[in-house]
């Protein structure tokens, strides 16, 4: 049986690792790591790293002792700070890239973030299944159990990235509409999304 829990610092070297996997051929992560060879593990430590440092603010989805899928997420802020968490975590990633694949990372952060909402609001950051998960709806599992409990406290609007075709139509079913584009490589782009206040999902 598939439970959704919040994690534990225990659990980042199998989300890592599920993580690195899961975006290994992601279009916007290609603008952070264009060589195609290390991606994954770069990914992985990346994201190892991440959830370490902030368990409580990642979904993971578990069936015994495997790790499915992980929702990583940054709660409302006001003011300065929004982006402590995050933004940290990034900038990591960031110092540790040659300077051209820098700029390129720090130029797409800064166009998604423009697109963010002025007020307070939750940021869906990564959501993935697994490789070997994929097909059993972890991600819309993890996308329900989330959006339930914003849903049943002061509700407030979620932004998230939709870097692929098939992650946006997943959004929609779940109230996100588009508020603007990001382009990630030749022909490609990735879509802004934002779930208003008071919008149902399925």
Not at 1 to 14: G, L, T
Not at 139 to 151: F, N, V
């Amino acid at each position: 049986m598939v439970e959704i829990r919040i994690a534990e610092s225990a659990d980042a070297p199998a989300i890592g690792e599920m993580l690195g996997e899961a975006f290994g051929e992601d279009p916007a992560w290609a603008q952070f790591f264009p060589d195609e060879s290390s991606r994954p593990e770069r990914l992985t430590a990346h994201y190892r790293r991440h959830v370490s440092r902030h368990p409580d603010r990642v979904d993971v989805a578990v069936e015994g002792d495997q790790v499915l899928g992980a929702l990583l997420w940054e709660p409302p802020h006001h003011g300065a700070g929004r982006l402590s968490g995050w933004a940290g975590g990034v900038a990591g990633t960031l110092r540790s890239l040659v300077s051209p694949t820098a700029r390129r990372g720090r130029a797409h952060t800064r166009a998604v973030e423009a697109h963010r909402p002025p007020e307070p609001h939750w940021y869906f950051h990564d959501i993935a299944a697994g490789p070997r998960a994929r097909g059993k709806g972890i991600g819309s599992a993890l996308l329900r159990h989330r959006l339930a409990l914003i849903d049943q406290g002061g509700p407030e609007p979620v932004f998230l990235e939709a870097t692929t075709a098939g992650s946006r139509r997943l959004y929609e079913r779940f109230g996100f509409h588009p508020v603007g584009t990001v382009p990630t490589g030749p022909g490609q782009e990735s879509t802004a999304m934002i779930r208003p206040v008071g919008v149902g999902d399925e």
